[in-house]
């Protein structure tokens, strides 16, 4: 057995009637097609129905999966009391994948927050397959004996989508050890800026975000799920990409049948709802024996990690060839590191200005386009800009405060930079500020925070500022001094 089906839902608490009181007729075609998806569970008959949550407790390097036997939740949050769950998690599927994810020393487990509360986000989908349920039951002679399920809800993290995938790949292969007749449904909103009458406002990646989306999951073409940047995310304030990205890798491999049954945005915020249906393993839809040597490379074509691993490692490896002298530096001071713990030497062979010239020096670390380490000086602390690169390399890569140290086997995906900076200028005014051109430093007493320039999601010199003010725990209401700087950002391919 192992994963019969999946599903990409919404959750809006108005779907449920009770709660929208009428206002749920705006987005028929997703009641519409939420009550076919809860219909196809109900006929499927799972033994155990995974919920992905948005709205669980989430955690920026950890993946929750929420402990305990059995959870119970309500709409009270939403003024509705009387719409109520009692479910029952599946103990033994929990303990295979928290086992997994221990022996390949993968962030996933009940640690954390004891919550017993269920969120919306599991809640909408439950309150449609627990109708399905109930209308199964009633039109069956032996209603007390018809079959139930068990639940697992999982919340998403802060982790890159490569890990997303990872986990899913390790539901599937729990849920196979097991023997686990399993249906997986991915919660989560698209994005929540598609009207200028809706809660959140406009943006224009909104509409783009929702469009690419479902196109996607249209073709069941999980791999382009890893071209969606995080700055476009956050700009369409979306919901559920996480959510859908663990789907994917559920599906890892699996030749799939894709529909999709809706999507609205009249709300100002996307629902859409695709329905996802192995056509191999989980004999939904059997192939033609002749069929089984394009199957087998079917197959194949569609380990999508495995692919955006090997398009990545490949795309650093050309980096690396084109970085000048102080990525290079910074690489080899990191790695040096991190591998023998040994601080290296100034090479000899450098430019000349790195060996002689003194600025402040920012180091900034990626791995799979998210932010793995960033520590730098405002100002010169050593006699050269090669001693600062040095420095400065192996801070961002084992002391950056919000990250756990660099382990080796993350060197071969980093994505190094170094920022050279220039002397700071006291400015008197937010309007003298360009978020291109100019980093910021916002001072406050001994308080002091600093933003760098041309950064992916920082649009405006309010946002620098107040990113700024943040960094240095500096209130928004606080007087403070304003100071700009201009930098020399060194990257592969600059």
Request: proline share 6%; hydrophobic share 35%; with cysteine.
């Amino acid at each position: 057995m192992g994963i019969v089906a999946a599903y990409m839902v919404p959750h809006p608490p108005m779907i449920v009637p009770q709660i929208g009181r009428g206002s749920e007729k705006q987005i028929e075609a997703t009641t519409r097609a939420y009550e076919a998806v809860a219909d196809e569970i109900a006929q499927i008959q799972p033994e155990t129905i995974i919920i992905t949550s948005p709205h669980s407790i989430m955690y920026s390097d950890y993946f929750h999966i929420s402990p305990g036997k059995k959870a119970g939740g309500s709409f009270v949050r939403f003024g509705v009391p009387e719409v109520r769950f009692d479910e029952q998690y599946d103990v033994e599927l929990r303990a295979e994948i928290c086992a997994r994810a221990d022996a390949n020393s993968f962030p996933a487990g009940t640690l954390g927050e004891q919550d017993s509360q269920l969120d919306h986000g599991c809640m909408v989908p439950l309150y449609f397959i627990r109708k399905a349920y109930r209308k199964l039951q009633e039109q069956s002679a032996r209603s007390n004996e018809s079959p139930d399920f068990r639940i697992l809800r999982i919340a998403l993290s802060g982790l890159p989508l490569t890990d997303h995938y990872r986990l899913g790949q390790m539901i599937r292969q729990a849920a196979e050890e097991l023997g686990r007749r399993t249906v997986l449904v991915a919660s989560g909103d698209l994005s929540h800026k598609l009207q200028d009458y809706g809660p959140y406002g406009y943006a224009p990646e909104g509409p783009k975000y929702d469009e690419r989306i479902m196109d996607v999951c249209a073709r069941a073409a999980f791999g382009e799920l890893f071209d969606f940047s995080e700055s476009f995310c956050d700009k369409a304030a979306e919901c559920g990409h996480r959510s859908f990205v663990i789907m994917a890798g559920a599906l890892d491999g699996m030749d799939v049948e894709a529909k999709q049954l809706s999507h609205e945005d009249v709300t100002g915020v996307g629902y859409g709802i695709c329905t996802f249906h192995p056509l191999t393993d989980s004999g939904w839809a059997p192939r033609p024996a002749e069929q089984e040597a394009s199957q087998k490379a079917s197959k194949d074509d569609r380990k999508f990690l495995d692919r955006y691993l090997e398009k990545t490692e490949a795309a650093i490896t050309r980096q690396r060839y084109a970085e000048d002298p102080y990525v290079r530096l910074a690489r080899q001071s990191l790695e040096s590191y991190i591998l023998k713990r040994q601080k290296i030497r100034v090479p000899e062979e450098l430019p000349e200005e790195m060996k002689t010239r003194q600025a402040g020096v920012f180091v900034s670390i990626h791995k799979h386009d998210r932010l793995r380490g960033c520590i730098g000086t405002i100002l010169p602390t050593t006699g050269s800009i090669a001693e600062e690169i040095i420095r400065n390399a192996i801070s961002a890569s084992t002391q950056d405060p919000r990250f756990e140290p660099i382990t080796p086997d993350e060197l071969k995906w980093l994505d190094v930079s170094v920022d050279v900076l220039g002397d700071p200028e006291q400015i008197n005014s937010i309007d003298e500020l360009d978020v291109r051109r100019y980093g910021v430093i916002v001072t406050s007493g001994a308080r002091r925070g600093l933003l760098l320039p041309d950064l992916d999601g920082v649009d405006t010199p309010e946002q620098q500022v107040s990113i700024a003010r943040r960094k240095g725990g500096i209130d928004e209401d606080e007087p403070v001094v304003l100071e700009r700087f201009e930098v020399i950002r060194h990257q592969a391919g600059s």
